[in-house]
RNA sequence: GGCGUGGUAGCUCAGCUGGUUAGAGCGUCGGAUUCAUAAUCCGGAGGUCGAGUGUUCAAGUCACUCUCACGCUACCA
């Protein structure tokens, strides 16, 4: 640890096009601002680094189907985001935004410079449909079709929302602009493309030895084994990393700094990491640093970390490395601490199914809950999915908070705070081993350990951990003051040394605690230094922390006057004021309405209306299965022969996720007789079996039942 | 299908380079205690370490096969 480090911390820059759920917040930025907290206590020079990322396609579409600007959309959520991450007391140093003309400079100059470099970017000229009316090409998003996979009339340019295929635009039957709703001509385009292909070596050395440059980066074994996992997997993949398109068509973002580039924007993936710099450079502004500190110094001197969600890894593992690389100027990331993903009650997030609780949604239901933020902190640290996906369930959260915040903690310094006012006034007692520092440093030795081993959690990343051994602290002092029992030696002498000194160690105890607590539940640091009449925990405490008790001196001096007892955690259970648990109470029941509401409809509505005459068109038969057998090298795919009748067809069917062939053999069905031969994985399909389809994708045979013939028509 | 990560007490998880009776917290059962928010403290019960095979004097820890979960990637009616 070098105290004349630079630290720079980021989070992942959130899409300003929807507000952020618990698991963003557990995933990318608690973590980080666990970290950064820590890191200004022990008075080390660090910029906490995030902002809104408001380029890409998805803005512009959700504009134009809502009437609106895109602007109207990335003022509202960058607005929102912003103030939920402040009250949660999440400590951006600077929360920037990339629509800012700061940031399209400084995208632009990245760009230009990896141009002018030369061997970076290549030019190649593609051809992409192009709306006429409109006169621009269209982004994949802004392309609507039938998808050729499944049929779906309205399938996307790049994907399918209904069966998840990846598709590019030119796949689609019948494409149509959603701008025009013309069928688009294909045209040809130029673009840029960056040369990641390029990279692939030293990017392997990097991740997996932590070498960079032929000198010793980082030390590859404090990265997450999931992190490396699976960058190593990109970097072996057989078909290696290749060339990626930085610039799009589009009308929306920034602007292609090349002449003739006209309606040409940076790909948002390039414009969106290098938001982390500009925030940086707006932060250095405003607060007379110099940016380039913080950026453009080697290792020894400078440490940048990402926070992110396991979807994020390859990005600032691989792709920005590799922009920064190029450029040549840039620090890589000392370590990528991802973590992974945030379940809620048993399922993930979903939004549109109404699963789950947003940040800001949180912060209203919890309108009357105390100390609301570092309940929700609190549960969210002791069960961050730093190694493996976790679960949020409501009961956790009021274990946590009753068992941990109230019981443990808040007890603990309720006992000493009750004791210390009525056994002396409220002052710390001046025990003997307040002035013997051989013998502070003796009885004071657990917390000092304790410290150390929350400390070295953080520094690892591994934040459940240094709050467990924060607990551990707090249950030491019950443990202690248990053993000491000052209110049985009052008892037969009330001037009994073991009475100041178990209060005098006791209180230290707290006056670590307050400290140490500040990373995780800032807002309850705050109050137990109030209750302990002691100023606000400011930067570069904790070093002084360490060194006191390394060097035996009390944290809180002999004669100072505490505060009176206050309760730091009211219970959710708790037999006198059921007003927390109803909050609890009334979450659960959302989510069981949320259960039966599904149950009760949830059925895709009516396809637009057909003709007769269509549907004569086709021939659906009666048909038996004879044999099944799995296509080999898929997950999806039986080789079904069924008989109709009058023939025997072979089906390729993608339901072998559902059924074993063996549980095939012998099932009734239909099958659509007509439908164009179509060759999947190198067995020709000559029809498709028809099938129903449950809101969980279950699939079931449709028949006409047992003691139909085959080959018979339906109608 | 390929690749990655994970599968350890009822629940949530620790277990570094293989080495004595496999750990913690919560829950549970029994006891102690009263300064305290039905809090605290002490003690007990509870595991064939996903399954199998192998390497070894010795495997939760290494190798192989299988299985389940999650993700990336390919393919997908």
Redesign the pocket.
Known sequence: MDKNKKYLITSALPYANGALHLGHLSGAYLPADIYVRYLRLQGRDVAFICGSDEHGAAITIRAKKEGISPKDIIDKYHSLNKSTFEKLGISFDYYHRTSEKLHHETAQGIFKKLLEKGGELEEKTTEQYYDEEFKQFLADRYITGEC???GHSEAYGDQCEK????LSPTELVNPKSTLSGNTPILKKTKHWYFRLDKHADWLRDWIKNGMLDGKQHHDSKTWK??V???C???L??K?GLQPRSVTRDLDWGISVPVEGADGKVLYVWFDAPIGYISSTRQWALENGKNWEEYWKQGPDKLELVHFIG??NI?FHCIIFPAMLKAHGEYALPMNVPAN??LNFEGR?FSKSKGWGIEQHEYLEEFKDFPNKEDALRWALI??M???????FKWD?FV?HY??DL???L??????VV??TN?YFEGKVPAAAIADDEAAFIEKLKPVKKLANSVIDEIEKFNF??AA?AL?ELS?WG??Y???A?P??ARKSDPDAEIIKESLFVSLQTVAALSILCEPFIPFTSLRIRQLLNLPKAKNGILELVEAKLKLGKPLIPVGHKIGKPA?????I????DKSRLEIIERQKAKLEAVLAAEKANERPPIKPETTFDDFTKLDIRTGTVLTAE?VP?????LKLTVDIGIETRTV???IAEHFKPEEVVGKKVLLLAN?AP?K??GVV?QG??LMAEDAEGKLGFVSAGEAWGNGLTVR
């Open positions: 050729p996979k499944c069966c998840g295929s990846t084994k999931h490396v996992g699976q190593l997997s990109w072996n993949d078909e396991k979807d390859v992974q993903f993930k002791r069960n999915p730093e190694n493996r996906d976790s679960d956790e274990d009753d068992k109230a019981d443990n808040g007890n603990f310094i309720n006992r009750v004791l009525s459940r951990a467990a607990m249950s019950n443990q003051l248990q053993d029992a209110w049985a309760i730091l955690f009211a219970k259970h708790d037999r006198k799995a090298k898929t997950k999806k795919l390729v069917s993608g439908l179509r999947l994985r399909s498709m079996v």
